[in-house]
């Protein structure tokens, strides 16, 4: 398996589903499918996985090390320390059958279908400080339905259109590209006939900033 030229590099307490979305944009490519076949070489799935088990593919690609390029993924951008020392003893490498434990894991990391939280005060502040937010993963602990850090409720869909941020099998997009459409939405007078579309269109959902970490 070929390596990977460019893969971007993780901010703050990513998920790699935050991660891999960025790459999408950054990378220029026109569909999602053609990114997850350049990043896991193999068709869309659900990055909403504690540990997706097509990491080790990636992990092949981004390093000429991959088990430490698999530890790095794992302890950075997905929610495996929060489970690790549940599901191995202290002499047992998280390495040595990751397979396994994988299996042992719940398959999405909040409610049964697996829904996307962000914080609007943090989508603020990223947006201040990087010109650009990202989703957090102490956001997607499960159980979790307030930010730690400012103490607001978490969404996981528009307020005023009520459509989910996360979809099966689909990359997310930027929460503060998402903010901001759904705003300039509200602020329009729409004709009662177009009330039920959503809040943001597919031209705001793939307009993201280019901004790179």
């Known amino acids: 398996m070929s390596s990977l030229l460019f893969f971007v590099p993780s901010l703050p307490d990513e998920t790699l589903q935050s991660r891999v979305a960025r790459h999408h944009v950054l990378s220029g490519n026109r569909i999602e499918a053609d990114t997850f076949l350049d990043l896991f070489d193999c068709v ?3 990055l ?69 939280h962000w914080c609007t005060c943090c989508v603020d502040e990223d947006v201040r400080t990087l010109g650009m937010a990202y989703w957090r993963r102490a956001h997607h602990v499960p159980g979790v339905s307030v930010c730690w850090r400012h103490g607001a409720n978490l969404l996981s869909s528009c307020p005023h259109c009520h459509r989910p941020f996360q979809f099966h099998n689909r990359l ?42």
């Open 44 to 46: 869309p799935f659900a």
């Open 48 to 116: 909403e996985q504690i540990v997706p088990p097509a990491l080790r593919r990636l992990a092949d690609r981004v390093d000429d090390e991959p088990d430490a390029a698999l530890q790095r993924l794992l302890e950075r951008n997905t929610l495996w320390p929060l489970f690790e020392p549940f599901l191995c003893d202290a002499q047992q490498s998280a390495l040595a059958d990751v397979r396994a434990m994988v299996s042992r894991l719940p398959r999405r990391v909040v409610g049964l279908h697996g829904e996307a």
């Open 172 to 213: 997310l997009r930027q929460p503060g590209r998402l903010a901001a459409a759904a705003g300039r939405r509200r602020q329009r007078k729409v004709p009662a006939l177009q009330a039920h579309r959503p809040c943001f269109t597919t031209l705001d959902l793939l307009t993201i900033c280019s901004t790179g970490p």
